[in-house]
């Protein structure tokens, strides 16, 4: 370590442009690291949904489910343990792996084995749905289409066909399906009657559309000197042609497809509805990726609705319903405000103690770049900028100064003995390099345990340690570094050469030097009463420690009375309303509660609550939409 110093008094100026380099690369890693609330939750799950529309849900668990699951166990490797959910007509298998896990390679395998056991499943089932599932892939924005001339099912076309294929080109963007509107298809109802009528089924029917609604290539044909492309196209072209499609033939009579069906447009049973200002309307939900940052994400979507209301019809309407970007941005800026409070605060009392602005300046130019420092390694580990590793870093200010205080402290306590500068500055760093190295490392060993945390609090709680550890580590390098440097230069100015200590110590230091000696005296006599204090308490040590020693086993009491939850209470501005209704509600009589509620949260608001205006202007456009489980008696309003 003395050699450290050495070479940083000889050639000061490697050290100043190493400086300038991290506060270069800090700057840049600010602007380049992900940012968003809380870090990366990378827990290694693959989910697995499987539909086969109409089976109940004790034949899907015991039929489709429960087959799955042992093919999966029996070839798959690394499975930590398994969660299934069988629901009317899908099924969703959650399969959690062992720490560690490459879950791109453990997606694939799970791809592997769902694909080779549809053989032993009933028959006509489709392909599953395998995905990687990230419990850092949230919502971050909620877009909102509405036209007052395009109906239910344009919309939702709209949505999925126009709007869709366009966000998902957002790098870290992931949209599911539209919420609300209706999906079109032609579809053929059966007439049970007419079918037992002319003795046939519902196999006759779907035999025949199978057969006389393809399209087929049929190669080339050349023709003197022209080469024609021959497609053979038995695709009917409108609803009359599909209805006119034959099933049977008795004798001489032809049954058609309109004889025992009727062909209409229409879709799948509505089960999700969002209304706007009375009327049906379409809900786009852009998520995030695990590695992405919300900030991104939501900015490149926004750069993209301008191109997008041009590629929509123009009395279609798109607006941001939700934005989970400023709440980012607030905690960002509130977390950052109170690390930018904590270094004035502790520049100022840097100050009032050492009573020299050039140690405070010292001082506060080693805080920053500790901080820029550790700002860098954190990005090169892969973690992000968020609330976690921000509150980690604003922990570590008021520990980040100890190491240059404690060593402009020593250097000025060698020049008051009449040392020249640069020989007080090396024996003052060889004076103190032992304890404040143990210090330093005493400090981060504090925060070890948090590497060995699993699970949501280890992904949690790991990048805060990291972000304190390497400031620590910063700190203690720029204390042997840069502050011998800066001293070098600043700390001249106010150094005499021929005066001793009390000459030193005599010498008139300005309105601050006044300031700092009147507080220095009355520092002494606190001191001094704390003393006595100190002896009066070690008289009675007893009592004392009875005391103490009964304070702290009452407060053990309020670990009772505390409320406990996963996270703290966070005041988004925002209020979500959801409501359980009797089996069998229709969209019809939920739509019906939109003015009800209105009615209702508006007088609630009226009398005063803690809502904000912001609030009440979401009550004018409810949400209606599911909840997570697809059972057909839960609804979700977000208002």
Not at 36 to 44: E, H, K, S, T, Y
Not at 144 to 173: C, F, H, N, W
Not at 470 to 475: F, I, V
Not at 601 to 627: C, M, W, Y
Request: glycine share 6%.
């Amino acid at each position: 370590m003395n050699a450290i110093v050495v070479t940083a008094l000889k050639r000061p100026y490697t050290f100043i442009v190493l400086s300038l380099l991290i506060l270069a690369f800090g700057v840049l890693s600010l602007f380049k690291a992900p940012t968003d609330v809380f870090p990366n939750i990378r827990i290694p799950v693959v989910s697995v949904v499987w539909t086969y529309g109409g089976m109940l849900p004790e034949e899907f668990a015991g039929r489709i489910t429960y087959n799955y699951e042992l093919a999966v166990t029996s070839t798959v490797e690394g499975i930590e343990h398994m969660e299934s959910s069988s629901y009317y007509g899908r099924s969703i298998v959650n399969i959690y792996f062992q720490p560690g896990t490459d879950i791109g390679e453990a997606e694939a395998e799970v791809t592997a084995i769902s694909q080779t056991v549809i053989k032993q499943l009933p028959d006509n089932i489709p392909a599953p749905m395998v995905m990687k599932l990230e419990a850092s892939s949230v919502p971050v924005l909620a877009l909102q289409i509405t036209s007052e001339k395009q109906t239910p099912s344009d919309l939702y076309k709209i949505a999925m066909t126009r709007i869709r294929p366009v966000l998902v080109t957002v790098p870290g963007a992931v949209l599911p399906h539209p919420y609300g509107g209706m999906d079109s298809f032609i579809m053929v109802a059966l007439n049970q009657k007419q079918l037992q009528a002319h003795h046939l089924s519902a196999m006759d029917v779907q035999n025949a559309l199978r057969k006389q609604n393809i399209v087929l290539p049929a190669g080339d044909q050349k023709i003197a000197t022209t080469d024609w492309m021959v497609q053979t196209n038995a695709t009917p072209r409108s609803m009359k042609e599909l209805g006119d499609i034959p099933v049977k033939r008795v004798g001489n009579a032809v049954i058609y497809v309109h004889d025992v069906a009727q062909v209409y447009r229409g879709g799948h049973p509505q089960t999700n509805l969002v209304l706007v200002q009375g009327r049906q309307g379409v809900e786009v939900v852009v998520m995030k990726s695990g590695d992405a940052s919300t900030l991104d994400v939501v900015a490149r979507t926004k750069e993209l609705l301008p191109r997008i209301q041009k590629l929509v019809p123009p009395d279609v309407h798109i607006s941001i319903l939700s934005d989970a970007s400023v709440f980012v941005k607030d905690a960002i800026k509130d977390v950052v405000r109170e690390m930018v409070t904590a270094a004035i605060l502790t520049g100022l009392v840097v100050l009032l103690f050492l009573g020299s602005w050039r140690s405070t300046l010292i001082i506060a130019t080693s805080i920053p770049l500790a901080i820029l420092s550790a700002i860098i390694c954190l990005l090169l580990s892969g973690q992000t900028i968020n609330v976690m590793t921000l509150g980690g870093l604003a922990l570590a200010v008021g520990i980040l100064v100890d190491d240059a205080t404690v060593m402009i402290e020593n250097i000025d306590t060698h020049l008051e003995e009449g040392k020249e500068l640069e020989t007080a500055i090396i024996d003052a760093a060889n004076q103190i390099v032992v304890p404040t190295l143990v210090s330093t490392l005493c400090i981060c060993i504090v925060w070890t345990p948090l590497f060995r945390l699993s699970g949501v609090a280890g992904w949690l709680f790991m990048p805060m340690a990291e972000a304190i550890v390497y400031a620590m580590l910063a700190s203690f390098i720029l204390s042997r570094t840069l502050v011998p440097t800066m001293a070098k230069y600043l700390l001249a100015g106010q150094v005499h050469p021929g005066l001793h200590s009390d000459e030193h110590l005599a010498l008139p230091k300005g309105v601050l030097g006044r300031f700092q000696n009147r507080f220095e005296h009355a520092f002494h006599n606190f001191r001094s009463a704390y003393g006595l204090f100190l002896e009066r308490i070690v008289k009675r040590r007893g009592r004392f420690v009875a005391v103490f020693l009964g304070l702290s086993v009452v407060s053990l009491g309020l670990f009772l009375v505390n409320g406990q939850d996963f996270f703290p209470e966070v005041k988004s501005g925002m209020m979500q309303m959801h409501m359980r209704t009797r089996w069998g509600c229709v969209l019809k009589q939920q739509a019906a509660l939109s003015p009800w509620l209105m009615t209702v949260f508006s007088n609630f608001f009226r009398e005063g609550s803690l809502a904000s205006s912001t609030t009440v202007g979401f009550l004018k456009a409810p949400i209606i939409r599911p909840l997570s489980r697809p059972h057909p008696s839960v609804r979700r309003i977000a208002i």
